[in-house]
């Protein structure tokens, strides 16, 4: 059974946007999805490239991420459109941090800063815990 966690098409329309670097956020690339954010994709060089990596870190991101009850497009959608108001966090069950952002504007946009890092491991781990031993 293929482990297929992240989607091809949410990271091509990320991709559209990949001068920021969201696609690269979204396949479990923060250290790369800053710089490219900084950078306006590497000057669209790095942009252009990424339209033929992209099925690569699909893959690379579906053996590094444990998939489960969470989905990881989803929970992505939610912090790229609604993360000030801490949907994201309350989809993977993080009510109260939810309600934190709902109040604070992601907490001042520091907390979608950090969740934009940090999200896929927050899944993962979501995930695998909700794992039922054998």
Known sequence: MTNDTHSKTLGYLLWIFGFTGA????????????IWFFTFGLLGIGWIVDLFL???????????????????????????????FGAHRMYIGKW????????????FLLGVLYDFWTLNSQISERNFGDRKPA
């Open 23 to 34: 696609h690269r956020f979204y396949y479990g690339r923060p250290v790369t999805g800053t």
């Open 54 to 84: 992209i099925p690569s870190m699909d893959r690379d991101a579906d053996r590094r991420f444990v998939g489960g009850d969470s989905n990881y497009s989803v929970a992505w959608l939610l912090l790229t459109f609604l993360g000030l």
């Open 96 to 107: 109260l941090t939810g309600i934190l952002y709902l109040l604070t504007g992601g907490v």
